[in-house]
């Protein structure tokens, strides 16, 4: 299962940008989605979550600004970011967890995208 993000840029305080992230490979279903941040000397953030349903969480330095969504039978996930701010420049990553159904059985896991990168400036 590969993960492939893409949107990212350079934008103005203030501006918007819209990241996607399409799974690939052999598939059965894909739960959870994920977008993740790091920027530079700091540690990885979780920056939103959305659930096979559509149950969305963010992290509070994003609510209201940025919008997870996705789209089950593309398996792609998307993130709005409105707002832009400069603390909001990052490498954004993107998670999944997958389910396969093989004939040997049924696996579980998670697969990363390679980031892309967003900077915000002021």
């Known amino acids: 299962v590969q993960l492939q993000a893409s949107g990212g840029g350079l934008v103005q305080v203030g501006g918007s940008l819209r990241l996607s992230c399409a799974a690939s490979?052999?598939?059965?279903?894909?739960?959870?989605m994920e977008w993740y941040r790091q920027a530079p000397g700091k540690q990885r953030e979780l920056v939103a979550t959305i659930g096979r349903g559509g149950v969305t969480n963010y992290a509070d330095s994003v609510k209201g600004r940025f919008t997870i969504s996705r789209e089950n039978a593309a398996n792609t996930v998307y993130l709005q970011m409105n707002s832009l701010k400069p603390e909001d420049t990052a490498v954004y990553l993107c998670?999944?967890?997958?389910?396969?159904?093989?004939?040997?059985?049924?696996?579980?896991?998670?697969?990363w995208g390679q980031g892309t990168l967003v900077t915000v400036s002021s």
């Open positions: 490979g052999s598939i059965s279903s894909i739960n959870t």
């Open positions: 998670a999944a967890d997958y389910t396969q159904i093989r004939d040997d059985g049924t696996v579980v896991g998670r697969a």
